[in-house]
């Protein structure tokens, strides 16, 4: 499992803190179960944006080869040797 990264760990802390100030505001809860409650949800909350927040994608670097895949179709019109001064037909891609 790959780290968090500190997006994701200030997104998911802002989420943890203010979810939890805002539904304790607005429960105007004061027993212990309500709190433990309002908590809980508030840490699953941070968990879920936490883990939502999109990654960051590297760019390729220039030194890295590009391979490209052949088509069963490219793989057959490749292994076809013409005569000299003749063209090979490439099959059209269905």
Same mark, same amino acid.
């Not at 809860?29 to 908590?39: F, Q």
């Given at each position: 499992?790959?780290r968090?990264?500190? @997006?994701?760990?200030?997104?998911? !802390?802002?989420t943890v #803190?203010?979810?939890?100030l @805002?539904?304790l505001l607005?429960?105007?809860t004061?027993?212990?179960?309500? #709190?433990v409650?309002?908590?809980l949800s @508030?840490?699953?909350?941070g ?6 927040? /999109?990654l +960051?994608?590297q &760019? /390729?670097s @220039?030194? &890295?080869?590009?391979v490209?895949?052949?088509?069963? &179709?490219?793989?057959e019109t490749? +292994?076809v !040797?013409a &005569? /000299?001064g003749r063209?090979?037909r ?5």
């Amino acid at each position: 499992m790959p780290r968090p990264t500190a @997006a994701q760990l200030a997104y998911g !802390s802002c989420t943890v #803190i203010f979810s939890t100030l @805002a539904m304790l505001l607005l429960s105007q809860t004061s027993s212990s179960l309500g #709190i433990v409650l309002i908590t809980l949800s @508030a840490l699953a909350l941070g968990l879920l944006v936490a883990m939502t927040v /999109p990654l +960051s994608k590297q &760019a /390729p670097s @220039a030194a &890295a080869p590009v391979v490209r895949e052949q088509v069963p &179709a490219q793989r057959e019109t490749a +292994s076809v !040797s013409a &005569a /000299p001064g003749r063209r090979v037909r490439e099959h059209a891609e269905r």
